[in-house]
């Protein structure tokens, strides 16, 4: 069932705490938004409103973490990461145990427009290497990719949406943080595309259509930014003609910048094509906008076959 990632965060928040009794939520006065509500119903006592003060939000969940609790702290995403040097400083350099959730990422966000959307925030957070940055494509993924959150010992970064997503994964799915999800590995495929977060789903049926036109091509669902699966880029993309990277995300610092490097390092002479947000976004219905910032499935269907090799 399509469900955008924020909710199914919401969710799994509410079950995990029943067992982990350390972890904590804290909000910005965006409880609503970013699905805080049921945990604050259920956990009153370990739930946290700052307003309007993501600095001291932040701040305060970097000395709970040093007190022995789990602290994940919601906010739009670019509010959150846009208090980049407490982030900097609280969060990565000290190593703090701290969860960072941001949501109401990319143009995907629809009419609330530039303002509210975090197009910028993998960029950011990219070279702060001590934070684990995530960003799951459908429920099954983002409610194992917070419970991995809850378990692993530092800092995370959870990137998730306002917009509903279709599922990819069926129930027998394993989320393995820093491995790449693939999708599609075809044998004498020319073009390997690597796709993250609420993009994904458009991506992968439109290579699908492709296919029945004798396209071949390797899919990646890249969940984990940060650390970056190298060796399965490396490895998808060894026999390929072009890489196409696809993100909700600018187009500078996000996923094609990542699999660039990894690309370069590996001194593979292969091409990459980074498809994703040029500037700032706009409002306008999300469905508008992922089509004329190019993100639905028809108009990856016509990039997809405009770049085929």
């Not at 820093?178 to 439109?206: E, M, R, W």
């Amino acid at each position: 069932m399509a469900k955008a990632s924020r909710q199914s965060f919401g969710e799994a928040i509410v079950k995990i705490a029943e067992t982990n009794h350390n972890i904590v939520v804290m909000d910005s006065d965006l409880g609503k938004s970013t699905n805080t509500g049921a945990f604050m119903k259920k956990f009153p006592e370990r739930y946290f409103e700052f307003g309007i003060a993501e600095q001291n939000m932040i701040g305060t969940a970097a000395g709970i973490a040093m007190g022995g609790k789990i602290p994940f702290i919601t906010s739009f995403a670019c509010f959150l990461v846009g208090r980049y040097e407490t982030v900097r400083m609280s969060v990565a350099y000290s190593k703090t145990n701290v969860k960072l959730v941001g949501t109401h990422v990319g143009v995907g966000i629809g009419e609330d427009g530039n303002s509210q959307m975090g197009l910028e925030d993998i960029a950011i957070m990219r070279p702060l290497t001590d934070i684990t940055i995530l960003q799951p494509a459908d429920d099954a993924e983002a409610q194992q990719a917070v419970a991995w959150s809850a378990e692993h010992k530092g800092p995370v970064y959870l990137r998730l949406t306002r917009q509903k997503l279709e599922d990819i994964h069926g129930p027998d799915y394993k989320f393995q943080a820093g491995k790449a999800d693939i999708l599609k590995s075809v044998p004498g495929a020319t073009l390997t595309i690597f796709a993250t977060g609420g993009v994904v789903y458009n991506a992968l049926k439109a290579v699908e259509e492709l296919e029945k036109e004798g396209l071949k091509a390797n899919v990646a669902n890249i969940h984990t930014l940060s650390p970056l699966d190298n060796e399965a880029v490396v490895n998808l993309s060894r026999s390929s003609k072009l890489v196409l990277t696809i993100e909700d995300h600018n187009v500078i610092g996000g996923l094609g910048s990542a699999v660039s490097e990894a690309i370069s390092d590996a001194g593979l002479g292969v091409k990459v094509h980074r498809h994703g947000v040029h500037g700032f976004g706009e409002s306008g219905s999300p469905e508008a906008l992922y089509d004329k910032y190019n993100f639905s499935q028809p108009k990856l269907k016509t990039l997809i076959k405009s770049l085929a090799v």
